[in-house]
């Protein structure tokens, strides 16, 4: 209609009508694919089954199912889509759907990692904040370490007992090729540890003993190449066919064989069983991931003498009124508390730079 200037108009009730065709308020993109957007949420997989990841090897997974009953066999998947970003290693326990059966050329698919109790991480070096993580959900590290050939290390050793105690694994330590030279010196760094010690000949390796001590337990096996770690495995676990290596005569270095993290089942006598987790040697294990509180947690004796220590010290040598280097001084510790405590500042003041 129009009014008296001759304009169209369109009453309450026009409006209304056109208003059902109106789609300029309405803004959407093409999909140019032509096919249903996707949606971030995901299937909760309420029928996977969970299994231990037993290692690693060219982004397959070898699990483990059904652990300890009739059904238990091994399983190859590979990783959803969605865990892409996530780390999955050995020791985890994950949640798989798809074929499970394990039966030749099958594939699962592991679509969650279930909450880990422990994580063992190390660093490329101390001055890198980038984790790399070792294993998970172990509850015991066994720490070798060769009395000569080559030398033992007491600094590494320390620095894995740092990386225990911040990750809540209880350490434990073997010294292998006993017959090589006295272990004693090297032991007397560690007196005033609450560590169990287990001590090893090439001729005579106390097997009864660690075994006992593994059962019941998930324990990762760490060594500096060379000192006999997968000789020891094999030993405990003969069918672990783990490569062995030996030390170049003239850098005293020993070689890289066990490239990859591999879990391994370990039976005692009464068919009682536990897992050991080897890993391969390393010449270093940096502890940028670690908080520096935790450092003074895997010198123990040295960390009850630091409660009488003033609020915010060091313990660094230039440290003012520190109970643990007036008690060194004072020879309450004797020299294996002065080697404790050279051990614990020069880790300290590496994170002090």
């Known amino acids: ?4 200037s001759g304009s169209w108009w369109a009453d309450d009730e026009d409006d209304d009508e056109l208003d059902l065709y109106d789609e300029s308020s309405i803004r959407s993109r ?12 995901r299937p909760e997989h309420a029928d996977a089954q969970i299994a231990r990841v037993l290692g690693v090897d060219r982004g397959r997974y070898t699990v483990l199912l059904d652990e300890d009953t009739p059904e238990e066999r091994q399983v190859t998947a590979a990783r959803a889509s969605e865990l892409r970003r996530n780390p999955i290693v050995t020791g985890d326990r994950v949640a798989v759907v798809g074929d499970t059966t394990g039966e030749e050329g099958t594939l699962a698919r592991i679509v969650r990692v279930e909450p880990r109790t422990t994580l063992l ?33 007491t600094r590494l050793v320390d620095r894995y007992l740092v990386a225990a105690y911040d990750a809540g694994i209880e350490p434990m330590l073997c010294v292998t090729k006993t017959d090589l030279a006295d272990p004693e010196p090297f032991l007397s760094n560690f007196a005033g540890l609450d560590l169990p010690v287990f001590t090893s000949r090439q001729d005579d390796i106390p097997l009864h003993d660690i075994t006992a001590a593994l059962i019941g337990h998930d324990t990762v096996v ?64 940096g502890l940028g ?26 313990h660094l040598p230039d ?10 001084e004072a020879g309450k510790l004797g020299e ?11 880790l300290l003041a590496t994170f002090a730079r």
């Open 222 to 285: 760490v060594g500096h190449s060379g000192v006999g770690k997968s000789t020891l495995v094999n030993a405990i676990v003969p069918s672990a066919h783990r490569a062995t290596g030996h030390v170049n005569v003239v850098t005293g270095r020993g070689r890289h064989t066990s490239s990859s993290t591999v879990s391994l089942r370990v039976e005692d006598d009464e068919g009682r069983h536990g897992w050991v987790i080897d890993t391969p040697g390393v010449r270093s294990f």
């Open 30 to 41: 093409p999909n140019p694919k032509g096919n249903r957007p996707r949606t971030k949420t």
């Open 121 to 153: 991480r190390r660093s490329a070096d101390d001055t890198d904040e980038v984790e790399r993580i070792v294993v998970a959900n172990a509850d015991q590290m066994l720490i070798v370490v060769a009395a000569a050939n080559p030398e033992p290390r």
């Open 319 to 328: 440290a003012p009124d520190c109970a643990i280097i007036e008690a060194v």
């Open 336 to 346: 294996a508390g002065r080697a404790r405590l050279d051990s614990l500042q020069r």
């Open 289 to 314: 991931h670690v908080n520096t509180d935790s450092i003074l947690k895997a010198f123990t004796d040295l960390a009850e003498l630091a409660e009488d220590c003033p609020r915010g010290c060091t």
């Open 1 to 4: 209609m129009t009014d008296n």
